[in-house]
Protein backbone atom coordinates (compact mmCIF):
# COMPACT_ATOMS: atom_id res chain seq x y z
CA UNK A 1 0.00 0.00 0.00
CA UNK A 2 1.51 3.34 -1.20
CA UNK A 3 1.59 6.64 1.34
CA UNK A 4 -1.06 9.05 0.75
CA UNK A 5 0.22 11.70 -1.48
CA UNK A 6 0.11 15.18 0.09
CA UNK A 7 0.36 17.74 -1.92
CA UNK A 8 -1.01 21.34 -1.58
CA UNK A 9 -0.16 25.04 -2.13
CA UNK A 10 0.41 28.49 -0.52
CA UNK A 11 0.90 32.19 -1.76
CA UNK A 12 5.01 32.66 -1.98
CA UNK A 13 4.50 35.73 0.16
CA UNK A 14 3.10 33.61 3.23
CA UNK A 15 5.90 32.80 5.45
CA UNK A 16 7.00 28.92 5.20
CA UNK A 17 6.33 26.93 7.80
CA UNK A 18 7.54 22.94 8.94
CA UNK A 19 4.21 21.57 7.37
CA UNK A 20 5.21 22.65 3.92
CA UNK A 21 7.47 19.93 3.07
CA UNK A 22 9.23 20.21 -0.14
CA UNK A 23 8.80 23.85 -1.42
CA UNK A 24 8.31 24.70 -4.44
CA UNK A 25 7.94 27.67 -7.11
CA UNK A 26 6.03 26.90 -9.73
CA UNK A 27 5.93 30.07 -11.58
CA UNK A 28 7.59 30.80 -14.52
CA UNK A 29 8.49 34.32 -13.54
CA UNK A 30 10.11 35.35 -10.47
CA UNK A 31 7.58 36.55 -7.95
CA UNK A 32 8.33 40.91 -7.13
CA UNK A 33 9.12 42.21 -3.84
CA UNK A 34 10.34 38.45 -2.35
CA UNK A 35 14.36 37.69 -2.09
CA UNK A 36 15.38 34.16 -2.87
CA UNK A 37 16.41 33.62 1.08
CA UNK A 38 12.85 35.07 1.91
CA UNK A 39 11.79 32.54 -0.15
CA UNK A 40 12.94 29.39 1.52
CA UNK A 41 12.78 27.15 -1.67
CA UNK A 42 13.80 23.46 -2.31
CA UNK A 43 13.09 23.79 -5.85
CA UNK A 44 12.18 26.53 -8.53
CA UNK A 45 10.23 24.40 -11.33
CA UNK A 46 9.55 26.84 -14.74
CA UNK A 47 8.98 23.58 -16.64
CA UNK A 48 5.48 22.92 -14.78
CA UNK A 49 4.36 26.31 -15.10
CA UNK A 50 2.11 27.99 -17.98
CA UNK A 51 3.25 28.67 -21.02
CA UNK A 52 3.86 32.63 -21.45
CA UNK A 53 1.35 32.78 -23.74
CA UNK A 54 -1.36 31.14 -21.97
CA UNK A 55 -0.26 32.98 -18.84
CA UNK A 56 -0.77 36.33 -20.52
CA UNK A 57 -4.20 35.27 -21.91
CA UNK A 58 -5.51 34.36 -18.82
CA UNK A 59 -4.47 37.72 -16.94
CA UNK A 60 -5.95 36.40 -13.85
CA UNK A 61 -9.35 36.44 -14.70
CA UNK A 62 -11.58 34.59 -13.14
CA UNK A 63 -14.75 34.09 -16.00
CA UNK A 64 -11.07 32.98 -18.36
CA UNK A 65 -10.44 30.68 -15.52
CA UNK A 66 -12.49 27.19 -16.50
CA UNK A 67 -11.25 27.79 -20.02
CA UNK A 68 -7.45 28.61 -18.99
CA UNK A 69 -7.31 25.28 -16.73
CA UNK A 70 -8.46 22.76 -20.03
CA UNK A 71 -5.56 24.76 -21.83
CA UNK A 72 -3.15 24.30 -18.47
CA UNK A 73 -4.21 20.52 -18.29
CA UNK A 74 -2.85 20.09 -22.01
CA UNK A 75 -0.14 21.48 -21.58
CA UNK A 76 0.75 19.54 -18.22
CA UNK A 77 0.21 16.50 -20.56
CA UNK A 78 3.32 17.13 -22.17
CA UNK A 79 5.19 17.43 -19.00
CA UNK A 80 4.95 13.72 -17.99
CA UNK A 81 8.67 13.54 -16.92
CA UNK A 82 8.09 16.27 -14.55
CA UNK A 83 4.76 15.19 -13.65
CA UNK A 84 6.12 12.01 -12.52
CA UNK A 85 9.42 13.51 -10.54
CA UNK A 86 6.66 15.55 -8.60
CA UNK A 87 4.30 12.59 -7.95
CA UNK A 88 7.02 10.52 -6.76
CA UNK A 89 8.70 13.37 -4.43
CA UNK A 90 5.03 13.97 -2.65
CA UNK A 91 4.55 9.96 -2.01
CA UNK A 92 7.63 10.28 -0.30
CA UNK A 93 7.53 13.64 1.63
CA UNK A 94 4.78 16.93 1.72
CA UNK A 95 4.94 19.15 -1.36
CA UNK A 96 3.55 22.83 -1.51
CA UNK A 97 3.34 23.97 -4.86
CA UNK A 98 4.47 28.00 -4.36
CA UNK A 99 2.63 30.65 -6.46
CA UNK A 100 2.68 34.72 -6.43
CA UNK A 101 -1.40 34.80 -7.70
CA UNK A 102 -3.49 36.59 -5.62
CA UNK A 103 -6.55 34.65 -5.74
CA UNK A 104 -6.09 31.64 -4.00
CA UNK A 105 -9.12 29.50 -5.95
CA UNK A 106 -7.98 30.76 -9.47
CA UNK A 107 -4.40 30.28 -10.34
CA UNK A 108 -2.13 27.56 -12.16
CA UNK A 109 -0.80 25.89 -8.68
CA UNK A 110 -4.42 24.63 -7.43
CA UNK A 111 -4.93 23.02 -11.43
CA UNK A 112 -1.38 21.57 -10.71
CA UNK A 113 -1.85 20.20 -7.20
CA UNK A 114 -5.31 18.77 -8.93
CA UNK A 115 -3.54 16.74 -12.01
CA UNK A 116 -0.56 15.55 -9.62
CA UNK A 117 -3.49 14.34 -7.40
CA UNK A 118 -5.52 12.42 -10.03
CA UNK A 119 -2.03 10.58 -11.39
Request: proline fraction near 3%; avoid cysteine; glycine fraction near 2%.
Amino acid sequence: MSKKNTVQTKRIYEDASAHDGYRILVDRLWPRGISKEAAQLDEWNKTVAPSSTLRKWFAHREDRFKEFEARYRDELKLQTEELDNLKQRSAKQPITLLYAAKNPKTNHAIVLAQVLREL
